[in-house]
């Protein structure tokens, strides 16, 4: 095998910007900002992740507390938190019940204090394209769900995001595969791009379906078109960019599939790219993200702060 | 097998009290309250379903449309009705995707149509036994699921709430197992009777959880226990009432556990209890419950319509 012509690039200096601008904020403040995350349940991994979101968070100004409670405590401790003024943000560590009862207890975190961008209102406003929560006064920036805004970001920083096209069209012409259609990040991920002019092939275990900038005369946002014949390999073909997301250790992407020169991105904390031969295809690749997700977790923070009247008049974020 | 000395009280006897006044109210009003159904599945009993509740909508005095769209056309349609003066309340057919999209879908439609009472404010309301939208006024009243709403009327009717008990407390004493934890009923079901004072066995295909009133500092409600180390055996051979809600037609409630002198509910489309020997156990049971939950969804239908003054002044509900 040759020496592949692709590059790896760290998820550490994609974040370095935003990272910076973090702590630059954060040591104008008359007060760190306080975010609290729920760990309510005895997987080690949630509690080693949970303990490196509060370490990454303290090293860029932030104060981050680590709150372990029974699953059936929690819903009365996030109300607690809500009204409790002392915090800024709360994050809870999902799963706790894995099933519909963790979405009921998301959406318990007031919209408010919601740093991950999960409310309800926030996903509804990105998929119709709303970017205000005041849109008469455009004073209140509506948060976007912090691991597909950490992708945006990523594909702006790999040039993936063109300058010269227009605001709302910087993705145009360009084909992206997600492979992963939660609710959580494939499926808002897979709008997002669409709403910026991509054409997205979003492939979960049942079908692959393609998002594309809609047209419809109420709702200014992404259209989806269903029962797509094209198989993964077709679409693959055609993608300028593969993001995958497979919660499994056994899942890889098939590296035969991928374009010359396309960019791969995985945000599972599995390696879903086989890492002996992705770089034989793709030009770029992104292993992991985890660090550009919490940087935009803690933006969406000084945000919530700022639509809140919580930080100081002069800072802009 | 001797003659049992159990009955069996039919769904349209109970909820003749309630189609009565439904029939009463809707012949005051100057113009018929507007239901609209979204129907984006292509199952024939779906579809079955919807045309009868088309039908007994209508002959309650509302008006009725049924609307088949695609599915990825439903969310803009949802919001179409929301906008759309002329509509009163929409109800959708699940399941659409049959995952957690689903969810999103319901919370789309409009908190002030929602007429099953599934939006998030309305659950959780529900939990926290808040029984108003304003809490100072007292004029609005939120509205509860209307599957658990009907299974609460049908206990009253059974006299399984005890009327010489003070308001809150008229479960006090009696002991329920719910089969069932969706949700869309199992839970908050279980949480409603907790809240009237019974102890609640709620039965998963993972484990069994004990609801009884909580003493939450914060939160006046239910409280759940997790770990019970009881069997569905040990439960059902302390309660007075079994709720079941099993969505299969190979699961049937073992008739041998059944308390005798019970009272047996099944809310679930199939027969969750079998019908040969129910009676020698059960007391009182009740097979289907479908024209008590409609005669509710039609009731939330007015409550909404009072709560946006849209409702003749001199109408109660």
Known sequence: MSSPAGKTILASKIAKQYTDELISITSKLSKKPRLVGFLANQDPS??????????????????????????ENLEEEIYKANANDDINGIIVYFPVYNNRQDQYLQQCVSIEKDVEGLN???????????????????????????????IVKILEYLGVYNNLLSYGNKLY??????????????????????????????????????????????LKHHRVI??????????????????????????????????????????ASEKNFNED??????????????????AMLLRNLLRLMANNNKLEENIII
């Open 46 to 71: 949630a509690k080693m992740y949970a303990e490196w979101t509060g370490k990454t968070s303290r090293s860029l100004g932030f104060e981050y507390e680590l709150v372990e409670v029974e699953k």
């Open 120 to 150: 309800f209102t926030y996903i509804s406003n990105m998929y119709h394209n709303i970017r205000f929560l005041d849109d008469d006064l455009k004073q209140k920036k509506s948060i976007l769900p912090c691991t597909p805004l950490a």
């Open 277 to 294: 031969d992705v770089k034989q295809r793709a030009s770029l690749y992104v292993p992991m993200i985890g660090k550009v997700t919490i």
């Open 173 to 218: 012409g360009k084909t992206v595969t997600i492979v992963n259609r939660s609710e959580i990040v494939g499926r808002p991920l897979a709008a997002l791009l669409a709403n910026d002019g991509a054409t997205v092939y979003s492939v979960d275990i049942n079908d692959i379906q393609k998002f594309e900038r809609g047209d419809g005369l109420h």
């Open 226 to 267: 269903d029962n797509i014949k094209e198989s993964l390999q077709d679409v693959a073909a055609k993608s300028d960019v593969i993001i995958t997301g497979v919660p499994s250790p056994l899942y890889k992407f098939p590296t035969e599939f991928i374009k010359d020169g396309a960019i791969c991105i995985n945000f």
